[in-house]
């Protein structure tokens, strides 16, 4: 199979990482890609929102399937443009995309359908979200309604706070268009876990779970960011609790879309906290996240390829997902300065250590070539992934690989995983 995998960053390397384990692939592209990518698949140079000018690609190479990595294409429809001229394509149309799209559209469903999340109002008028704040439950959660690069959401434990956050996204629209509306929630306590899981429309198989770190700081301080580390499994997401989302969130939400007319093909990443009082879902995701996709498919065992074309079949019933019984960490590397600002075109030294160790891998999420060495090209600059017998040996392995590279201005969080102590 000729494969397009489309996205540049540390999920689309660990996809086409994966997509380039299996029997069926003979060759790999992908758009835009990155220096990493580029040792496993041709890189081509096409942006992930110009739709047209992928479906001309993928057209003229005939491309047997085409793999979409990051939020925004999916939400803004490419699978649509690309199935319209006849390709295969792995990932939700635009009406299924809405769930990880409209955060008040899946509050909504979930209300409707009775699967278990915070409390919340939706608004779509600033005076009204203002009104409401003055008077509701502290601490409270204030989100853009729309996609803004995980930085949407504002926990706020003043008044104060939340009219400003209200202010911040609705007035002065500091995530654009995604702050038309706001969803105002009750703040949740608890552990957070995060199971991505495949969908064919109306058989869900979840995949072994993980757990992001998403403020830039140890202790969880700092800014949120895309994510600065995960673990996977979570020592957390007990079996007991398993049974509980699978019968009580998972089936539910594949159920609950399809019932709307929006079947969901692809992946559902349930962002959950598993309160004192069971599990919530905090958000839904239409995609692999980044970084759980370098600590889950590292440990999955099956032929990705097969369990994709089963997911665009309807056929996911046929499959049995099957991980590892080890433990993985990633550790993100990142340009010192990121969420806000930070330097790039600073020269990666160090990356052939990993090409010859098993269980150890290096993502690249922000990188170029240029003059013939490797340099950062972004916030997030590489996602160092160990393999380990267990949680504390993925941990010290992830670790000591992460001493192997060096940029200039490499940044890392020391506490990636920490919590397992805990467990
Ligand atoms: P989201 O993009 O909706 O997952 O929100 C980003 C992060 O904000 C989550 O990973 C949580 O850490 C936090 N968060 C979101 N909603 C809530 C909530 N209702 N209660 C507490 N924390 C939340
Ligand atoms: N790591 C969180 C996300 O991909 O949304």
């Not at 008077?135 to 502290?138: E, F, I």
């Not at 998403?214 to 301080?221: E, S």
């Given at each position: 199979m000729k494969i397009l995998v489309v996205g540049g960053g540390g999920r689309e390397h660990a996809i086409v990482a994966k997509v380039s384990?299996?029997?069926?692939?003979e060759k790999i592209y992908c758009a835009p890609g990155n220096a990493g990518i580029s040792e496993l698949a041709e890189c081509v140079d096409i942006p992930v929102m110009e739709f047209e000018r992928l479906a001309d690609f993928a057209c003229e190479k005939e491309i047997d399937l085409v793999i979409v990595g990051p939020d925004d294409p999916l939400v803004g429809g490419i699978v649509d443009v690309l199935k319209k001229r006849g390709l295969k394509v792995f990932g939700p149309d635009q009406r299924a995309a809405i769930l990880e799209g409209s955060k008040a559209f899946s509050k909504d469903l979930m209300k409707k359908y009775g699967i278990p999340t915070a409390a919340y109002e939706s608004f779509d008028s600033s005076e009204e979200a203002l009104s409401y704040v003055k008077?509701?439950?502290?601490p409270l959660v204030v989100k853009a309604d729309g996609l803004a690069l995980g930085k949407g959401v504002l926990i706020c434990n003043t008044r104060e706070e939340a009219e400003n956050a209200v202010r911040q996204i609705m007035i002065e629209k500091n995530f654009g268009e995604a702050g038309n509306k706001v969803v105002v929630e009750e703040f949740l306590t608890g552990r957070e876990v995060s199971v991505l899981s495949f969908v064919d429309g109306k058989t869900i198989l979840p995949m072994t779970s993980a757990q992001d770190h998403?403020?830039?700081?140890?202790?969880?301080?700092g800014l949120n960011t895309g994510g600065m580390g995960t673990f996977s499994p979570s020592p957390f997401y007990t079996e007991e609790i398993d049974s509980f989302c699978r019968e009580k969130i998972f089936q539910p939400t594949v159920d609950a879309m399809a019932k709307e007319g929006r079947e969901f093909k692809g992946i559902i990443f349930f962002g959950l906290m598993l309160t004192e009082d069971g599990p919530r879902v905090l958000e839904y995701n239409a995609r692999f996240g980044d970084p759980e996709a370098q600590v889950v498919l590292p440990r999955m065992k099956n032929d990705i390829l097969e369990v994709m074309q089963a997911c665009i079949n309807g056929r996911l019933n046929e499959i049995t997902l099957d991980f590892t019984d080890n433990a993985a960490v990633c550790v993100v590397l990142a340009?010192?300065?990121?969420?806000?600002k930070y330097e790039k075109g600073i020269e990666i030294k160090?990356?052939?250590?990993?090409?010859?160790?098993?269980?150890y891998y290096c993502f690249h999420a922000g990188t170029k070539k240029q003059d013939g060495k490797i340099v950062t090209n972004g916030g997030r600059v590489l996602g160092i992934t160990a393999l380990g017998e267990d949680l504390k040996k993925a941990r010290e392995n992830a670790y000591e690989a992460v001493k192997w590279v060096d940029f200039s201005n490499k940044y890392y969080r020391n506490d990636i995983g920490k919590a397992i102590d805990e467990a």
């Open positions: 384990q299996s029997k069926k692939a008077d509701a439950k502290l998403k403020r830039a700081k140890d202790g969880d301080q340009s010192d300065g990121y969420p806000l160090g990356l052939s250590a990993f090409s010859k160790k098993d269980g």
